[in-house]
């Protein structure tokens, strides 16, 4: 839902199922651990629509996962991690405060 005070601007309530699907995520990214990345994104706990928005999500710099995936790589499971990201409908033109896309 959308939560809105007199003094702000609209701002989404992040449920504490999206905080744990968001850091999950984010762990099995850095990881480059494909098969937590296939659990993550399969999780009932957030619904799919939701999800997408949340691959969207970029951090300060404008980089979103997708844009950090190689960044964090550490394993040959990395580019498996990349295309399971894009066939969950990771932008592959976010473009990032540097201007560079994933």
Known sequence: PIEQTATSTPRRDTSSHEQEFRNELRDAVRAC???????????????S????????????????????????????????????????SANCDAVDAFGRTP
């Open 33 to 47: 651990d494909v098969e937590r990345l296939v659990s993550v994104l399969g999780s009932a706990s957030v619904p």
């Open 49 to 88: 629509a939701r999800r997408v928005e949340i691959l969207a999500e970029s951090d300060g710099s404008g980089r979103t996962l997708l844009h950090l995936c190689p960044t964090w790589a550490n394993s040959t499971d990395a580019m498996k991690a990349v295309r399971k990201l894009l066939d969950c």
